[in-house]
Structure formats: C-alpha cells, structure tokens
C-alpha cells in the first residue's frame, strides 16, 4: 500500500472522528435548547 | 493516632468472628496460585515470569479481600455509627492498618508456598523482603482508597478491580521489575531506580488518600 | 449549647425533599420533627447530625458562645435511629467499649454497668448483638447514645419496636434530657409530642 | 458573528494546515511519508493528556466550591480525552502495522495511552454506578484527582523498563532540533490549530452542561 494513503487514511479517521462527534452534540444541543425554550416559556 | 488503633482493633475483633475477609482473599490466593501452577505444569517458567506471576496473584487476592472493610461498614449499616465517633483521618488509617496487615499476613502464607510449588530462588533475600513491603504499601494505600469510593457504589466487586488496576499498575509494574532484581535477572541500576519509584508510589499515593478521605467518607 | 439550622433545604437530584426549614434551640428545648411519612425527618435528622450535607442552608452548632466545628460538634450530640446500627458480630460489651473509648469517655465501665441496667439488659452484656431481639438493639442504641452524655440528643422515632416497660424508661430518658440539654425528635406519635416545647413540619 | 468569523478563521487554518502537511512540508528519511502522520497523531494524543488535566483541575474545583457545574466540566473533559484517546490509539496502531508490522507492541507510549483510555473508562463506569447526583459528583471527582496523581508516576517507569519502536525520540532525541524549519512550522501549527478544534469542542461540552443543568433547575422549580 501506498505510504501516502496510509497517511490520507489516519488523517481521515480523526477528522471523522471528530466531526462526526461535534455532529452529534450539535443535534443533541438543539434538542436541549428546544426543550429549555419550552420550559422557561411555561415560566411565563 | 490511638483513635486510629482503637479502629484497628474493633476491626481485627470484628473479623475474628466471622474471619470473612481473611478467608476470601486467602481461599483467592490459594485458588490462583494452583491455577497458575497447574496450567504452567511440568514447563519451567523462567524466574522473570514467575516474578510477574507472584505479583498478578497478589494484585488479584488483594482485590478480592481488599474491599470488604468499608463495604461491610456500608451494607451493616454501621458506617454512619462510626461517623458520629470518629474522625475521618482515623477511619481511614484504621482501615489502611488493616488492609496491610491482611495483606501481610496473605504473603506469609503464598510466598513460602509459591517457593515450594514454583521452583522459585530469590537470591537477593532481604531486598525481596524490602520489595514485597514496599509493594504492599502502594496497594494497600491506593487499594483501600479504592474500596472507601466503591462501597458507596453499586455493583461494587466487578469496579473494585477496574478501578483500582490503573491506579495500581505503577506500584505493580515496579514491584515486578524489582522482584526480578531480586532474583539476580537484572542490573543493579535498574533495581535502584524501580525502588526509588515505588517509595514515592507509596509516599505520593498514601498522601492523597488521606487528604482525599475526607470527602468520600463525610460524602 | 445551641443549634441553629437556618434555611435547611434537600434535594435528591431533582426530587424536593424539604425546604427552608429553620429552627433554633438551646439549652432546655425541645423540638418534635414531624410530618406524614417519607416527607424526610429522618433525612433532617440526619442532615442535622452533619450525616448528610444539605443542597442549602446551614446547620450550626454553639458551645459556651463558641460556634463549633463539624469535627468537634460531633462530640457534642447522640442519635438514635433505625439506620444506626452497632456491630452486629460484637458482644455489647466490646460495641460500648469500642464507642466509649473513641469518644474518651472517662470511667466508662460504671456508666455502661449503670445504663445496661437502666435499659433493662443486665445479663446480657457478652452477647453477640445479633442474638438480640429488636426491641433490645433498640435499648442497646440507647445506652450507646447515652454513653457519651449528649448536650443533644437526636431520636429518630423513639417508641419503635419497643414495649410498655422499654417506652416508660424512654421517656424517662426523654424528660431527663429535655431538662439538662437539647432533645430533638422525629416522630408521627401523638403521645411523643408531649415532650416536645414546640413543632416543625417538614414537607416538600 | 464573533463566532462565526473565529469559526472561518479556524476552517481556513485547518486546511492550511493539512495542505500544508501533506505537500509543503519535506520528509524525513527514516521515516518517509509517515513524516506526515507525525502532524495528526501527535496532536491528537497531545489533546489526550490536556483534557485529563482539565478534568482534574474540575475535579478539584468542584471538592473546593462544590458546585455541580464544575462536575459536569470534568465529565465533559473526559468525554472528550477519551474520544481523542481512542482516535490516538486507533490512528497509532494503524502506523504501528504499516511500520513496525504489529497493531500493539507495548511500546512506552502505547502503554501510557493505554493506561489513559483505562482510567477514562473506569472514571465512566464509576459515574454509571452511583445514582445520586451529589455522590456520583464526589467520588469520581476524587477518583480523578487520584488517578491524576498516579499517572506522573508511569513517565519514570515505563520509557525506563520497556524498549521504544516509537520514532519520536528519533526525531526529538536533541530536543526538536532534528525537525527541519518547515515540518516545526507544520507541526506547531497542527498543534495549534487541534488544541483550538480542542477548546471549541470542549465550550460546545460545557455550553451542553450548563444547559442540562439549567433545565433540571428548572424542572425541580416546578
């Protein structure tokens, strides 16, 4: 296998694993914020 | 200090009723040690693995005797009992008694045992003694530690063990290459420096668990 | 001796077990902790006791105009409660001897004698614990308590598993006390509240 | 919109960088193209040991002023070392199969990371048994702090026991003087730019955490 490749491949496994990461806590926080919006509107 | 004794004594009282902790973690070493002895059979292992064989045996007995003084103060209901007369410091120093003794007494037994089955030669005798010592500090010291966070967990027997080998494993690895000194393996620099770090295993871990105590006993 | 506690409030995550209780006492009071059950006298107790931290307030203790810290209050006070167990595998004999030299109690050995009488177990000082019936572990938490000679006194629910005769020395123990220190107790016993000066409800 | 042109600032620094790694920068000779791997690894388990060092820091704030948002502070560093713990382990293995042939060897540097991903996930199975909040946030706060402690102790005696196929002290054996002026300015700006991916993950955690325990303050006031 080409070294370069082998490279492009880790590279590749941390951005994805980073992304896909923030991905999901940015799903998750929208769904928090949602969910705060509904309760403190119930304050009022 | 005479409170923490006081503890130590109940304690030792204690278990010679029911001999609970003793026989666990003895009946543990014993088991462990027929089966290493069993499955290494006719073979002769090398004195380097033995060294590391005698301290996996005794990290695992450890774990499963280690707990019981704090969890049996927890599931007894007694743990609240002796808050209202005692200060922390002195709990946790009773129990690190005891725990040591226990563990002591545990090696007095497999050591000579482990000689006899395992074709075992320390030549270096008194640093051995000095290395088992050393070594049963640290795991007494990061062991009962452990056992006072998990008694007030669930399913505390399977996180005992998890819990405690990483914070065990300095402790465990430079006792291994220690005791491989002893048995005349290595160079004479590497022991010094394999002493050198257990001391301040012990010195740094005991430290922190007495300042720690505090808030895991009064949680 | 004075205890304040100002302002108590306790959550168990996000479930309210009470709020803003406040009360004070000192020498010569005596408070009734009540309410229905699992409204959490037992857990104020407790917080009381510096047993438990609460999620707000303060709970302080004076000796001779001195406020005391958590590590000396603790010499100060007793509880008795179905959660405080002793040793089950001791003899009483070597429970109080444990508890009263932690909390260097001079000349124990004629006050354990005097009080094992008192409570109606002379006889049985070398069982183990275990072999009592519960009515006597109850007797038994009251001599551990009384042992030390509390300025106050905490009773988590003072009549429990005990019979006519235990509850008549009880509230003896009770009178005695209410007069020469602080007792504080939880209870839902109408009887009981006889010995309380005055009452704080707990509730969420 | 501060945030937004930081973001862009940090998008273009990013690619800067990966172009850069993968083209600028020259190769080392013994270790060819994975020169490059160098950029992305090494930062990853860099990030690794900061966030447990943030945790513990956490930890210790929390024993002091007992406020459960310093909790969920340490919680959220955990998450995140062992994320990049894992990322650190598996990119590592891979080079260790391309250039030495095995996946694992117990190198020094393996071990510690190792060690690290073993404490995390203890830290996480001691959180998963404690169900009160207050408990949980003491004990595995003080566990934290304890296993902080420990780990300084596996820099003396792991590099001393175990022989190391790692390159790094092939490359650092002088310090960094065996890095030529390009490949230090790729890898420090690797550097840079992962720790600042590192911090924006890390205020996207705690922005997470202060909300959840908004909204149970919230709750419980109803």
């Known amino acids: ?44 | ?219 | 001796m004075y205890l304040h506690c100002d302002a108590v409030t306790k959550y168990f995550d996000e479930k309210l077990i009470f709020k803003n209780v406040s009360f004070e006492a000192s020498t010569g009071n005596s408070i009734a902790i009540i309410g229905p059950n699992g409204s959490g006298k037992t857990t104020l107790l407790r917080i009381l006791c510096n047993l438990m931290q609460p999620t707000e307030g303060i709970v302080k203790y004076k000796h001779n105009g001195n406020v005391l810290l958590k590590q000396q209050a603790y010499r100060y006070f007793s509880l008795i409660g179905p959660y405080l167990e002793l040793y089950e595998q001791l003899t009483a004999r070597e429970n109080l001897t444990f508890f009263a030299k932690m909390q260097d109690i001079p000349n124990y050995p004629n006050l354990l004698t005097r009080l094992m009488q008192r409570m109606n177990l002379s006889g049985r000082e070398d069982d183990p614990v275990k072999t009592y019936s519960s009515g006597m572990k109850q007797r038994l938490k009251y001599v551990f308590a009384l042992l030390s000679e509390p300025k106050i006194l905490f009773v988590d629910e003072p009549r429990a598993n005990l019979d006519e005769e235990g509850i008549d020395t009880v509230y003896s123990i009770l009178t005695e006390q209410r007069k020469k220190g602080i007792l504080i107790i939880a209870t839902n016993d109408s009887e009981d509240l006889k010995f309380a000066d005055y009452k704080v409800t707990v509730h969420a | 919109m501060v945030k937004k042109i930081w973001n862009t600032i940090l998008f273009v620094w990013m690619s800067g960088v990966i172009v850069g790694a993968f083209i600028w920068a020259t190769q080392q000779k013994a270790l060819k193209e994975y020169t490059r791997i160098i950029y992305f690894h090494v930062p990853v388990s860099w990030i690794t040991v900061l966030a447990f060092l943030i945790a513990a820091v956490y930890s210790f704030l929390y024993l002091k002023k007992r406020l459960l948002k310093y909790d969920a502070y340490a919680e959220a560093a955990n998450q995140l070392g062992f994320l990049f713990a894992v990322l650190a382990t598996v990119t590592g293995s891979i080079w260790a199969k391309v250039s030495w042939g095995t996946f694992w060897n117990w190198d020094p540097r393996e071990t510690s990371i190792f060690i690290l991903l073993l404490i995390y996930a203890a830290y996480f199975a001691l959180r998963s048994a404690i169900e009160e909040q207050d408990r949980r946030a003491i004990l595995s706060s003080v566990y934290a702090i304890l296993a902080f402690v420990t780990v300084p102790f596996f820099v003396f005696i792991v590099p001393r026991i175990y022989f190391s196929l790692h390159p790094d002290p092939v490359i650092n054996q002088t310090g960094e003087v065996n890095m030529d002026f390009k490949q230090r300015v790729v890898f420090f700006s690797s550097l840079i730019t992962f720790t600042a991916v590192f911090v924006w993950m890390l205020k996207t955690k705690f922005e997470i955490a202060v909300m959840r325990l908004r909204i149970k303050k919230l709750e419980r006031e109803k």
Do not use: C
Request: proline share 2%; glycine share 4%; net charge neutral.
């Open chain 2, 1 to 219: 200090m005479r409170k923490a004794w006081l503890i130590l004594q109940k304690d030792i009282q204690q278990e010679f009723k029911t001999r609970f902790a003793v026989n666990a973690i003895l009946l543990f070493a014993v088991v462990t040690l027929t089966a290493v002895s069993f499955s290494i059979g006719t073979y002769s292992a090398s004195q380097e693995i033995l060294a590391a064989l005698l301290w996996i045996i005794l990290f695992f007995s450890a774990m499963s005797g280690l707990s019981h003084i704090f969890v049996r103060e927890e599931e007894t209901h007694t743990a609240d009992t002796l808050k209202l007369v005692a200060l922390p410091v002195n709990v946790f120093w009773g129990k690190f008694f005891f725990n040591l003794i226990l563990l002591i007494l545990v090696e007095i037994i497999i050591i000579p045992l482990y000689f006899a089955v395992m074709n075992f030669v320390v030549i270096h005798t008194s640093f051995f003694i000095l290395v088992m010592l050393l070594g049963s500090l640290g795991l007494t010291g990061g062991g009962t530690m452990v056992a006072a966070i998990i008694s007030k967990a669930s399913a505390k027997g399977a996180l005992f063990t998890v819990l405690s080998f990483p914070i065990l494993l300095p402790v465990l690895v430079s006792a291994i290459s220690a005791t491989n000194s002893a048995v005349g393996n290595d160079p004479v620099s590497l022991t010094g420096n394999a002493i050198q770090t257990m001391i301040a295993y012990d010195v740094v871990i005991i430290t922190a668990s007495v300042l720690l105590f505090d808030f895991v006993w009064n949680e």
């Open chain 1, 1 to 44: 296998m080409n070294p370069v490749y082998v490279v492009m491949i880790i590279n590749l496994i941390i951005w994805a694993g980073i992304f896909g990461y923030m991905l999901n806590l940015s799903k998750h926080m929208s769904a928090l914020r949602k969910k705060l919006n509904k309760l403190s509107d119930n304050e009022h």
